[in-house]
């Protein structure tokens, strides 16, 4: 295949997901309501401002947007039998990964967005450095957009296993990231519990961005959610292909 081959079978396989699957009732509620509802829970009856937490708010909502499409593609299209008609066409394992992986990001980019610019407006939201908030945005939506198409990697053909498994994994890393308790209170063994979670980085650059008092360089957070990409790009790969060789 060559890369023009390659490239537009990305943005059809994007294409085909946007129009399917951004209005399927798991994505609304696992992407839009169940973030939202989290952070308003924790909030209501509490004096708390809303500024120092604001970047782990954000940093859920991307987390929860970008990785509720991925889950819900794979699997269904396996009910459905149209994945393996898709694998069959002139297009290669990556081209179908890629695609899936940019429509999370595209759908976790765009509903960010939507609601830091009316958080902005409403509560007169802070911005230290927006080449840093644009830079987390893009590069933590693909990151979580790879781990939603990972998730959905393992074998089955039912949309509700995968994503009780993508309930399972998404919300202990939420409660491990530093989201409601700044990385800057944390100390010994709790701090080095926040530091195995992704999320941890992304909050802590949006924190660098919005009100610049993240822990870490922000080449550090950056670096580590590049490594987070590969990985997970690699390991659905890994796993996807192997399903493939088995007949599953």
Do not use: H
């Not at 360089?217 to 790969?237: E, G, M, R, T």
């Amino acid at each position: 295949m060559d890369w023009r081959t390659f490239f537009r079978s990305i943005v059809v396989v994007a294409e085909k997901n946007m129009r399917i699957y951004y209005f399927k009732g798991p994505v609304v509620v696992f992407g839009l309501l169940f973030p939202l509802i989290m952070f308003l829970t924790f909030f209501i009856g509490r004096d708390l401002d809303l500024i120092p937490f604001f970047p782990g708010f954000l940093g859920m909502m991307l987390f929860f947007t970008s990785s509720s499409v991925g889950p819900l593609i794979t699997p269904w299209e396996k009910r459905e039998k149209t994945y393996e008609r898709l694998i069959s066409l002139p297009v290669i394992l990556e081209s179908v990964i890629i695609g899936d992986l940019l429509a999370g990001a595209l759908f976790g980019i765009g509903i960010t967005t939507i609601v830091f610019a009316a958080c902005t407006l409403i509560f007169q939201i802070p911005l230290f450095s927006s080449g840093l908030l644009l830079l987390g945005l893009v590069t933590g939506s693909v990151a979580f957009a790879a781990l939603g198409t990972l998730l959905a990697s393992p074998t089955t053909n039912n949309p509700s296993n995968i994503m009780m498994l993508s309930s399972l994994v998404r919300l202990p890393l939420i409660f491990i990231s530093g989201i409601f308790i700044p990385l800057s209170q944390l100390s010994g063994p709790f701090f080095l519990l926040t530091s195995l979670s992704p999320l941890t980085y992304l909050v802590d650059l949006f924190r660098m961005a919005l009100n610049g008092d993240a822990v870490y360089p922000p080449w550090i957070d950056i670096a580590v959610i590049f490594a987070v990409i590969l990985l997970f790009i690699w390991a659905a790969k890994v796993i996807q292909k192997r399903n493939l060789v088995k007949g599953i």
